[in-house]
């Protein structure tokens, strides 16, 4: 996936691309939806998909969303983000990827494997953002956002979501699955059209510590190993797990940033869905109490 940057400055793993239609698009000095945020300190990270993962069959994980700078160009050149169906109407993906951007500069697709093939998914304009306010406030730990949707996805079951509190799904050592169209190479920047998943293995709260001074332990969580990793374009995308005897997906995390992609002793680090903390804190501002009502949070 698509991660780079200094051990003490982690990047965010957004595609470079966006940078540049960002520059066309005029998505720059721009404010979100219905938060004042401020611009997050780790720089993007450049463009690659998902490091050492696999292509994935059409439709293997509907709930899945990419990020598109609006435009008429080719969508795989336009998507920057990745993002998860929470709700008919929303798509929860990383505040990062949408700070500073109006909902008509953007759009989303849910449910394509293969980003330029128009006839996938379902493709929807974004009437909102909604930004966690501590990220809003500078609080980079917070990195959620939601997009809401001008019309419902249906016939496409959302992700669940871990209870709120409690940290069954991420013991350390266990694996969840990671999905997007990030870098897949750390050596020469390669992003992919087609979707593509990598298992992880989470890792503990004090090796996270020990490589990220800055990682806070009660919103955020660790996953990955050396050749195995999300990058750059990953970001805002989903870290889950399938249950025995569930259907569906459990989202345990948001691609947020890391040191460089796939490194040794450098896990990416995850936005945890499953954190009482962040979820608590979203009803610290109007935008965040209604989203936390609409998914009866």
């Not at 993007?44 to 059409?58: F, Q, Y």
């Not at 974004?126 to 980079?140: F, K, L, M, N």
């Not at 090796?207 to 805002?236: H, I, L, M, T």
Request: glycine share 12%; hydrophobic share 35%.
């Amino acid at each position: 996936m698509r991660l780079s940057g200094a051990h003490r400055t982690p990047a965010r793993r957004t595609v470079s691309a966006v940078i540049a239609a960002g520059a066309v698009l005029g998505l720059a000095g721009t404010s979100v939806g219905t938060a004042s945020a401020v611009a997050p300190a780790h720089p993007a990270r450049p463009d690659s998909p998902v490091i050492g993962g696999t292509e994935k069959p059409v439709g293997s994980y509907p709930f899945m969303a990419a990020l598109l700078a609006k435009g008429r160009g080719n969508p795989h050149d336009r998507q920057f983000c990745g993002g998860s169906l929470l709700d008919p109407y929303v798509v929860m993906t990383a505040a990062h990827c949408v700070v500073d951007t109006r909902p008509k500069q953007l759009e989303t697709v849910v449910g394509r494997t293969v980003l330029s093939k128009r006839n996938q998914g379902h493709l929807r304009n974004v009437t909102d953002i909604v930004v966690h306010p501590r990220y809003a406030r500078g609080q980079e730990a917070y990195d959620i956002a939601f997009l809401m949707l001008d019309k419902p996805v249906t016939g496409t079951a959302p992700v669940n979501l871990p209870t709120a509190g409690t940290d069954a799904l991420i013991r350390p050592g266990s694996k969840a699955t990671v999905i997007g169209w990030g870098n897949t190479d750390t050596e020469v920047p390669d992003y992919p059209d087609r979707l593509r998943a990598v298992d992880v293995p989470v890792v503990s709260h004090i090796e996270c510590k020990a490589s990220y001074p800055g990682y806070d332990k009660k919103v955020n969580v660790c996953a990955g190993v050396e050749g195995r990793d999300s990058c750059q374009g990953d970001s805002g995308g989903p870290m889950f797990r399938k249950l025995p005897g569930r259907r569906g997906v459990y989202q345990t995390g948001i691609v947020s940033y890391g040191d460089g992609c796939a490194a040794q002793g450098a896990p990416g680090v995850y936005t945890y869905t499953g954190s009482a903390k962040l979820w608590d804190t979203l009803s610290e501002s109007a935008a965040g109490r209604k989203v936390k009502r609409l998914l009866g949070r």
